[in-house]
């Protein structure tokens, strides 16, 4: 299905190969994940990518503009809307926004206590992972 390498050996949020966040391989552990994932299979660029995608803006306090966020993950800024897209419908379960795009600021938001509780990782309040 081309999930790629295992997330706990991804590149760290400053750009470094080391270990993902254990919140993080948490969530891409879950079934609700391997159900979210499986909906976006066919055009799917993996664990990698999405993995790097929040860490990124969750070690910018979630927000980060499009331009930065591109920067940072050394993506293609014109493909940048499509990734964005398909980490909206990976993560943005029963329509909660995880992953948000706020068109006026071109700023996009990632909302980390959300994720873990919409994929069953933590509670409201448990999120000191």
């Not at 995608?53 to 293609?76: E, I, N, W």
Request: proline share 5%.
């Amino acid at each position: 299905m081309g999930s790629g390498p295992p997330i706990e050996s991804q590149v760290n949020a400053d750009g470094c190969q080391g270990q993902a966040p254990g919140w993080l391989a948490e969530v891409f552990a879950t079934e609700v994940f391997a159900a979210q994932r499986r909906l976006l299979s066919r055009a799917y660029p993996g664990d990698e990518l999405f993995g790097r995608l929040v860490q990124q803006l969750d070690a910018h306090g979630g927000r980060m503009t499009k331009t930065a966020l591109t920067r940072s993950l050394s993506y293609p800024p014109f493909r940048l809307s499509g990734l964005l897209s398909q980490g909206q419908r990976l993560f943005n379960v029963d329509g909660y926004q995880v992953l948000a795009v706020d068109t006026e600021s071109d700023t996009v938001i990632f909302d980390r206590q959300l994720l873990l509780v919409q994929f069953g990782v933590a509670t409201g309040e448990d999120t000191g992972r």
